[in-house]
């Protein structure tokens, strides 16, 4: 009898090939438009700090770095607040407690980042003026990174950050409850057994044996606060300097390139330079990628 031919296998093999080359296409794409420039500039469009389309220098380190502390922030905000959210649905909520925040959860996903951008302007901006960035600034503006450069505005990183939070929230808690729960309840009964409290289990047993699941789950996250565009056009202040301050204002790579692509996209040379600041950032969250990956590695590893 012939063999038959494996119609499901060539199916997914397929997906997974166009899969591959649409990310190609894309990368090759943007490469491409930008390499003009990027040859033209060398490592000066990373380190340099200045942009002047007149001039033509292209420097894009001041957006990297506005990149940079927006992400921390918002990392620094949602990585506890997601993970112990999840860490709460998947050991310790009742179920029907559970089946309410998960979907109010999962609602975020939905909601347009237009909206969140609208909702941090009109709404947190005048709260971030008139308590939050004073209170910051009045207790612990000592510190440098906490003193607020421009009293009268509520704008910056922090309300950046704040908005990034509430976008990243879902895929931060909802990866990260799933690891969690993938956990074999034998891990679980085996530590009680042994006379570990219910708290100790969660943090001996299976906060561990989930964590690769959870640094996934913060990845993801982090790279899409990284790569989010009209939210942070609209609360960050798009203010072309190195942020001084979780409260000073900044420019992130993705506003760079919204704010200015439909001015200059029919000029070859602005428009290679706008596609550059897409590559930087391509290969800053490829690194990611390759950093979640050996952690989970790593951590697979230590479970054996």
């Known amino acids: 009898m012939p063999d038959q031919i494996d119609t499901p296998k060539y199916v997914f093999l397929a997906c997974g090939l166009i899969t591959a080359a649409l990310v190609i296409?894309?990368?090759?794409?943007?490469?491409l438009t930008a390499a003009p420039v990027l040859q033209k500039e060398g490592i000066s469009f990373i380190t340099g700090t200045t942009w002047d389309y007149d001039t033509h220098q292209y420097g894009i380190l001041i957006f990297i770095l506005g990149t940079i502390y927006?992400?921390?922030v918002t990392m620094i905000l949602?990585?506890?607040?997601?993970?112990f959210t999840a860490i709460f649905l998947a050991e310790l909520a009742p179920a029907w407690l559970e089946k309410i925040i998960r979907p109010l959860l999962d609602l975020l996903v939905g909601i347009p980042s237009v909206v969140y951008g609208i909702f941090g302007f009109f709404v947190l901006e005048g709260i971030f003026r008139n308590a939050i960035d004073p209170a910051i600034s009045d207790t612990l503006g000592f510190i440098p990174i906490f003193y607020d450069p421009d009293p009268g505005s509520g704008l910056g990183i922090l309300l950046g950050a704040t908005i990034l939070t509430l976008m990243i929230l879902p895929t931060i808690v909802a990866i990260s409850q799933e690891s969690i729960r993938s956990i074999p309840d034998s891990y679980r009964e085996a530590s009680l057994?042994?006379?570990a409290t219910k708290w100790q289990t969660i943090k001996?047993?299976?906060i561990p044996a989930a964590l690769s699941g959870i640094v996934t789950a913060c990845i993801l996250g982090m790279m899409r606060a990284m790569g989010e565009t009209m939210a942070v056009v609209m609360v960050m202040g798009n203010s072309q300097h190195i942020p001084t301050s979780i409260l000073d204002t900044g420019y992130a790579m993705t506003s760079k390139i919204l704010s200015d692509i439909g001015y200059y996209f029919a000029q070859p040379e602005p428009r290679a330079a706008l596609f550059g600041i897409a590559v930087v950032l391509f290969l800053m969250e490829m690194?990611?990628?390759a950093v979640a990956r050996a952690i989970s590695a790593s951590a697979a590893k230590r479970m054996q």
């Not at 949602?78 to 993970?83: E, K, R, W």
Request: charged residues 5%.
């Open 25 to 31: 296409f894309v990368f090759g794409f943007i490469l």
């Open 78 to 83: 949602a990585i506890p607040l997601g993970v």
């Open 70 to 72: 927006l992400t921390v």
């Open 193 to 195: 057994a042994l006379g």
């Open 287 to 289: 690194g990611f990628v």
């Open 204 to 206: 001996k047993v299976v």
